[in-house]
């Protein structure tokens, strides 16, 4: 016979399956965690990168899954690096040193766009838990925090997520807003029971990690905190914001008793971010698919104005790299390299892995490419067999890749020079810097390589009329960077000449190899002369064609200029087309008319029923709603059109739905809406209430003393501007009896001059009036 704690056990077992059970001491693993509250492996990745799945072996994958790596190791390192000053202080806090009575708190600035936030606080609950591998950690955001009770069930059961916890984590999607209380379960767990098993068995740190910290409601916040705070538990809050706040007044609306506020620190700069992705990719010679340097200013213009934002950026980068390659006949050739080294290897290399992407590629892709290299090298392709056209266009094709991987090595000579020319542009963006000179050697169509040779002159003479009348000292310097990383990846001669030259700069006055100022002076030119010779001419020949032709190389302005416009298309212009929709998108379209005439942020299932089974139906009410009609199959080609339309805008990203339960069936569902704002697409027309109130013509013409209308044209009383000009009459001519049922389509109060009772008129008493003189 089973004891008395084997029979609770099983009990609560069988009653909640999902809930955390505290009795069972022989309970087996916890229960698998729904991907929502998995541990995210790995560092900062943003919620683009979760939803898409580059794991193909096709060139648009490889590279949209190149530029997402470099997103994310830019980001990751970031954001270590601004956690580090905090790390001191989680050892101490993890070492048990207190504050006295009050609860430290942290303030953590991770990005103003929603999807960095999210990104980055994910990563600083990762790194957290790496720092303090006992603690019990949450992370919550403005969805977990929409009451105090379902926050506290969603810190429950996070905290209880931690290693050596038996425990289960609740499951179940509630609504918070159900008018329902919540039902005591058997295993069900309160934020007092987790703080008496912690005071018990467990004694490590509690921290609680609250993302978007400012768009959470503020009075639940508070209650939260200060309920936390008063169990007794040793915690930590890491409150993440997205702008910092005036005042603790102002983030909490109130001054929460016991806090302490320790630091505030800037985890995410998205424009360090985003300029260190730009610039990698304007240095990414290994990939033969170049972004021009227009496209660069314009993805770098595009964040400065429009939305500030890593996220925003790696979505334009993906969908431009799929709108420029993925019907193109020159994707197989846009495949990234592997590269042995930094330096620029040897043409052949570049050839032969150029050959091999072009094998691994369909037949029908093979066949569609050569005819567009023939097209591009000759104005008669078919004088050409198809093997020499392979050859041919392989190989300009690698002259081509060698040439842009020469003037990327080339590329921190030009910033040293640039910056030694004028002081003032270190202080600039650096991919302003190197904007200078891609610019001028970038080959453009319609352009010939003359133009390009006298362009390049005349940013060259200038530099080097400036490099001629520097200083001693400021020179040495130049030479000394020159001769260190900034010559990295060129030549091993131009290498070794630069160092010399450095040498020569750097010996003391008395020493017979010391160089003058003249000296130095000739020999940086004569060596500035090499590295144009060598880096800086502009591509002449068929590797020219291979950049200059559309969807070759590198992607063109008008693919950018696509997904600019998919990307900020306003929300009118989205919700209009919806409106407006018709033939298989027309049930849809109803659907989104009469959700955008609920004013709320949520609309029950059932009332949207209602409405859209009025407007299709074209039974009476009455009939309609009686079970026992005849015509019950209307009913369900109604309701079957219902569904499709609430899944199409569904898809649409139109509403997400509210949890609700299986035993109420439709009516225990909401719809929650995630865009707001009203488009209202009905022609422009007079309202109802003008014809409510018009009058019909008498057929004889008043006197001008009668209080009858005239005949003849009434003036408006509405502004130039207004879209409807309608005739409005005075109130005070109407009948009162003709009105009836006419007032229920007015738009203003029911009430008449004539039918509303006179207003007493009554003169207020002068108390001064006796004092006055008279």
Same mark, same amino acid.
């Given at each position: 016979?089973?004891?008395?704690?084997?029979?609770?056990?099983?009990?609560?077992?069988?009653?909640?399956?999902?809930?955390?059970?505290?009795?069972?001491?022989?309970?087996?693993?916890?229960?698998?965690?729904?991907?929502?509250?998995?541990?995210?492996?790995?560092?900062?990745?943003?919620?683009?990168?979760?939803?898409?799945?580059?794991?193909?072996?096709?060139?648009? @994958?490889?590279?949209? *899954?190149?530029?997402?790596?470099?997103?994310?190791?830019?980001?990751?390192?970031?954001?270590?690096?601004?956690?580090?000053?905090?790390?001191?202080?989680?050892?101490?806090?993890?070492?048990?040193?207190?504050?006295?009575?009050?609860?430290?708190?942290?303030?953590?600035?991770?990005?103003?766009?929603? =999807?960095?936030?999210?990104?980055?606080?994910?990563?600083?609950?990762?790194? !957290?838990?790496?720092?303090?591998?006992?603690?019990?950690?949450?992370?919550?955001?403005?969805?977990?925090?929409?009451?105090?009770?379902?926050?506290?069930?969603?810190?429950?059961?996070?905290?209880?997520?931690?290693?050596?916890?038996?425990?289960?984590?609740?499951?179940?999607?509630?609504?918070?807003? =159900?008018?329902?209380?919540?039902?005591?379960?058997?295993?069900?767990?309160?934020?007092?029971?987790?703080?008496?098993?912690?005071?018990?068995?467990?004694?490590?740190?509690?921290?609680?990690?609250?993302?978007?910290?400012?768009?959470?409601?503020?009075?639940?916040?508070?209650?939260?905190?200060?309920?936390?705070?008063?169990?007794?538990?040793?915690?930590?809050?890491?409150?993440?914001?997205?702008?910092?706040?005036?005042?603790?007044?102002?983030?909490?609306?109130?001054?929460?008793?016991?806090?302490?506020?320790?630091?505030?620190?800037?985890?995410?700069?998205?424009?360090?971010?985003?300029?260190?992705?730009? =610039?990698?990719?304007?240095?990414?010679?290994?990939?033969?698919?170049?972004?021009?340097?227009?496209?660069?200013?314009? #993805?770098?213009?595009?964040?400065?104005?429009?939305?500030?934002?890593?996220?925003?950026?790696?979505?334009?980068?993906?969908?431009?790299?799929? &709108?420029?390659?993925?019907?193109?006949?020159?994707?197989?050739?846009?495949?990234?390299?592997?590269?042995?080294?930094?330096?620029?290897?040897?043409? @052949?290399?570049?050839?032969?892995?150029?050959?091999?992407?072009?094998?691994?590629?369909?037949?029908?892709?093979?066949?569609?490419?050569?005819?567009? !290299?023939?097209?591009?090298?000759?104005?008669?392709?078919?004088?050409?067999?198809?093997?020499?056209?392979?050859?041919?266009?392989?190989?300009?094709?690698?002259?081509?890749?060698?040439?842009?991987?020469?003037?990327?090595?080339?590329?921190?000579?030009?910033?040293?020079?640039?910056?030694?020319?004028?002081?003032?542009?270190?202080?600039?963006?650096? #991919?302003?810097?190197?904007?200078?000179?891609?610019?001028?050697?970038?080959?453009?169509?319609?352009?010939?390589?003359?133009?390009?040779?006298?362009?390049?002159?005349? !940013?060259?003479?200038?530099?080097?009329?400036?490099?001629?009348?520097?200083?001693?000292?400021?020179?040495? =310097?130049?030479?000394?960077?020159?001769?260190?990383?900034?010559?990295?990846?060129?030549?091993?001669?131009?290498?070794?000449?630069?160092?010399?030259?450095?040498?020569?700069?750097?010996?003391?006055?008395?020493?017979?190899?010391?160089?003058?100022?003249?000296?130095?002076?000739?020999?940086?030119?004569?060596?500035?002369?090499?590295?144009?010779?060598?880096?800086?001419?502009?591509?002449?020949?068929?590797?020219?064609?291979?950049?200059?032709?559309?969807?070759?190389?590198?992607?063109?302005?008008?693919?950018?200029?696509?997904?600019?416009?998919?990307?900020?298309?306003?929300?009118?212009?989205?919700?209009?087309?919806?409106?407006?929709?018709?033939?298989?998108?027309?049930?849809?379209?109803?659907?989104?008319?009469?959700?955008?005439?609920?004013?709320?942020?949520?609309?029950?299932?059932?009332?949207?029923?209602?409405?859209?089974?009025?407007?299709?139906?074209?039974?009476?009410?009455?009939?309609?709603?009686?079970?026992?009609?005849?015509?019950?199959?209307?009913?369900?080609?109604?309701?079957?059109?219902?569904?499709?339309?609430?899944?199409?805008?569904?898809? #649409?990203?139109?509403?997400?739905?509210?949890?609700?339960?299986?035993? *109420?069936?439709?009516?225990?569902?909401?719809?929650?809406?995630?865009?707001?704002?009203?488009?209202?697409?009905?022609?422009?027309?007079?309202?109802?209430?003008?014809?409510?109130?018009?009058?019909?013509?008498?057929?004889?013409?008043?006197?001008?003393?009668?209080?009858?209308?005239?005949?003849?044209?009434?003036?408006?009383?509405?502004?130039?501007?207004?879209?409807?000009?309608?005739?409005?009459?005075?109130?005070?001519?109407?009948?009162?009896?003709?009105?009836?049922?006419?007032?229920?389509?007015?738009?203003?109060?029911?009430?008449?001059?004539?039918?509303?009772?006179?207003? &007493?008129?009554?003169?207020?008493?002068?108390?001064?009036?006796?004092?006055?003189?008279?």
């Amino acid at each position: 016979m089973p004891s008395i704690e084997e029979a609770e056990a099983a009990a609560c077992e069988r009653a909640a399956p999902y809930y955390l059970n505290f009795t069972s001491k022989s309970a087996g693993k916890s229960a698998a965690l729904p991907s929502g509250l998995q541990l995210r492996s790995g560092g900062w990745a943003s919620s683009i990168l979760k939803q898409l799945k580059l794991e193909g072996t096709g060139v648009v @994958d490889r590279i949209c *899954r190149r530029w997402a790596s470099y997103a994310e190791d830019f980001a990751s390192d970031h954001v270590r690096e601004a956690f580090s000053p905090l790390r001191e202080g989680l050892q101490s806090f993890a070492e048990g040193k207190k504050h006295g009575d009050v609860i430290p708190m942290v303030l953590a600035l991770a990005g103003e766009d929603s =999807e960095d936030h999210e990104a980055t606080m994910c990563q600083v609950e990762l790194m !957290i838990r790496d720092e303090l591998p006992k603690a019990c950690t949450a992370l919550v955001g403005p969805s977990e925090l929409r009451s105090m009770s379902y926050a506290n069930r969603r810190i429950c059961g996070q905290f209880l997520r931690s290693e050596g916890s038996n425990a289960r984590v609740e499951t179940l999607d509630e609504d918070p807003e =159900e008018e329902e209380e919540v039902v005591e379960t058997p295993g069900m767990v309160s934020a007092a029971d987790f703080a008496d098993w912690h005071q018990a068995g467990r004694k490590g740190p509690v921290v609680l990690v609250i993302q978007a910290t400012d768009a959470v409601a503020k009075d639940v916040l508070r209650d939260v905190l200060c309920f936390w705070s008063a169990q007794g538990l040793p915690l930590l809050l890491v409150l993440g914001l997205k702008q910092l706040p005036s005042s603790r007044w102002a983030l909490f609306e109130g001054e929460p008793l016991r806090f302490k506020h320790l630091a505030t620190l800037r985890l995410f700069s998205a424009e360090a971010v985003c300029n260190q992705l730009l =610039e990698k990719l304007a240095e990414d010679a290994a990939c033969p698919f170049a972004l021009c340097p227009d496209v660069l200013k314009k #993805l770098r213009e595009s964040f400065i104005n429009k939305r500030q934002s890593v996220s925003y950026i790696l979505r334009s980068l993906i969908l431009f790299c799929d &709108e420029a390659l993925s019907g193109s006949d020159w994707a197989p050739l846009c495949a990234p390299l592997r590269a042995q080294c930094q330096s620029c290897p040897e043409l @052949d290399q570049i050839r032969e892995q150029l050959f091999e992407s072009l094998q691994k590629s369909s037949p029908k892709q093979q066949k569609a490419l050569l005819q567009r !290299i023939a097209t591009t090298l000759t104005d008669a392709p078919g004088t050409l067999h198809a093997v020499d056209i392979k050859e041919r266009g392989v190989r300009a094709a690698a002259e081509a890749v060698t040439w842009r991987w020469k003037v990327i090595d080339s590329l921190k000579v030009w910033e040293a020079l640039f910056i030694a020319a004028d002081p003032l542009t270190k202080h600039t963006a650096r #991919l302003r810097r190197l904007h200078k000179l891609l610019e001028v050697l970038w080959p453009m169509a319609g352009e010939s390589e003359e133009q390009q040779g006298s362009k390049l002159e005349m !940013i060259y003479r200038p530099l080097m009329l400036r490099l001629d009348c520097l200083e001693r000292s400021k020179l040495s =310097e130049l030479l000394t960077e020159l001769g260190g990383d900034a010559s990295a990846c060129l030549g091993s001669t131009l290498r070794e000449d630069m160092r010399s030259l450095a040498s020569k700069a750097m010996q003391p006055e008395e020493s017979s190899g010391r160089s003058s100022d003249d000296e130095l002076r000739a020999g940086l030119r004569t060596w500035v002369e090499s590295i144009r010779a060598q880096h800086w001419q502009p591509l002449t020949g068929p590797p020219r064609q291979f950049l200059v032709a559309e969807g070759a190389f590198s992607g063109s302005q008008a693919s950018l200029e696509a997904v600019d416009n998919c990307l900020n298309r306003s929300a009118e212009v989205q919700q209009k087309q919806i409106a407006e929709a018709d033939g298989d998108l027309k049930d849809a379209a109803t659907l989104y008319r009469l959700l955008e005439c609920h004013s709320g942020k949520q609309t029950k299932v059932v009332d949207l029923w209602s409405a859209f089974l009025r407007i299709e139906s074209s039974l009476p009410e009455i009939e309609v709603k009686s079970r026992g009609s005849k015509r019950q199959s209307e009913e369900e080609e109604i309701r079957k059109k219902f569904k499709l339309g609430l899944m199409s805008l569904h898809q #649409l990203g139109i509403f997400s739905p509210a949890a609700g339960t299986s035993q *109420r069936g439709m009516s225990g569902w909401r719809l929650r809406k995630r865009l707001f704002g009203r488009v209202w697409l009905r022609r422009l027309q007079p309202p109802d209430w003008a014809e409510a109130v018009a009058i019909p013509e008498e057929p004889e013409t008043p006197s001008a003393s009668s209080g009858s209308l005239s005949q003849q044209p009434v003036d408006l009383d509405v502004d130039s501007d207004s879209p409807m000009k309608t005739a409005r009459p005075p109130r005070a001519e109407l009948e009162p009896s003709s009105w009836g049922s006419r007032l229920k389509r007015l738009p203003f109060p029911r009430q008449s001059a004539a039918l509303s009772p006179p207003e &007493e008129k009554f003169e207020r008493p002068n108390k001064k009036s006796k004092d006055l003189p008279r």
